[in-house]
């Protein structure tokens, strides 16, 4: 890991794990755009350098090189951690849960005992609304039980769990935001999703754009409107903007809640998601029948309360304008 310039001046000093990802880079543009000075650290193993505002730090090393991360924190004189760096395909984890576990939940702590030893206090994780599993009912709050179904799931509440373990022994400021789906694109077309996402809206784009001949939809006769699930998606740019907040809240030592919901209290069928796609691209985007996959719920909604209290005022919470903006980037990707 290379070595990093003392900063000189009086910005807060942010450390983002993961910010050449997808999350991670549009987060880092609301950071920069802020006043914060970013440093980002991300080992490109899903990220892409070019998606790094030029503005910010990079620094390209693994969250678990505790010693190199020490170092940097140290030398960069780092006041907050915003850990974003993850393994994220649950489907994927049921097949390579030891990879799930190290990359999520080990390298985790590694990250909070590079914390410790640099004297940093304040850390924002990055968890997921898969920590819930199959909740008793739609509207979801942070109250309900957390019973994962998936090892990615199961590696995220665990990484909660040594956060505030690790919190209540050192003393550290802390807050876990469980996203629900992330959509869409920067509406200034600097990043978004690229490929291997497995989200509906960016498979729906990749069938847009004809990478895939039909969009699955995974059952028709739910206890929904439409008879498609429903889940509650959130634009990322609105994502990065909670975590802004809850960052500024921690800061400033104001109260916080341990964990947060991220989400728009209401939720899209995937029929829907389907249409507005046509609406949006003037093209066909085919679709098939398929079965339901175990574990598939009717509908997962957030209680957003929390988020709200803390100050947080979505910008761009329509399903129409996460659809454009994603529309717009694969457009851009394509040249077009």
Request: charged share 20%; proline share 5%; net charge negative.
């Amino acid at each position: 890991m290379e070595q990093v310039e003392r900063p000189s001046g009086g910005k807060s000093r942010i450390l983002v794990t993961g910010g050449a990802g997808y999350i991670g880079s549009h987060l880092v543009f609301a950071l920069l755009d802020a006043g914060y000075e970013v440093f980002v650290l991300d080992n490109l193993s899903t990220g892409a350098r070019s998606a790094v505002d030029p503005r910010a730090t990079f620094v390209e090393g693994e969250v678990a090189d505790t010693p190199a991360v020490t170092a940097l924190m140290t030398q960069a004189r780092i006041e907050a951690v915003v850990h974003l760096a993850a393994f994220i395909n649950a489907a994927e984890s049921l097949e390579k849960p030891i990879e799930y576990y190290r990359n999520n939940t080990a390298a985790t702590a590694s990250l909070l005992q590079s914390c410790v030893a640099a004297g940093v206090k304040n850390v924002v994780l990055s968890s997921s609304a898969a920590v819930y599993g199959e909740p008793p009912q739609a509207l979801v709050d942070e109250t309900a039980p957390t019973n994962p179904v998936t090892p990615y799931g199961a590696s995220k509440l665990m990484a909660e769990r040594i956060l505030q373990d690790v919190a209540a022994a050192h003393g550290l400021r802390h807050c876990s935001l469980r996203y629900f789906n992330v959509a869409g694109a920067d509406p200034a077309g600097r990043a978004g999703q690229r490929s291997g996402a497995t989200s509906l809206i960016k498979l729906t784009m990749d069938t847009a754009m004809g990478r895939r001949p039909a969009l699955s939809v995974y059952g028709n006769d739910f206890d929904t409107p439409d008879g498609s699930g429903v889940r509650d998606y959130i634009h990322v740019s609105d994502l990065a903007a909670a975590h802004l907040v809850v960052l500024q809240e921690l800061l400033a030592n104001a109260s916080v809640p341990a964990v947060v919901n991220c989400g728009y209290g209401r939720g899209s069928s995937v029929f829907e998601v389907l249409e507005m796609a046509r609406s949006v691209t003037g093209r066909d985007v085919p679709s098939e029948l398929a079965p339901r996959r175990p574990g598939d719920l009717a509908a997962v909604i957030a209680d957003n309360a929390r988020i709200k209290m803390l100050g947080w005022t979505p910008r761009h919470d329509s399903l129409e304008a996460m659809v454009t903006d994603a529309w717009n980037w694969e457009r851009s990707q394509a040249g077009y």
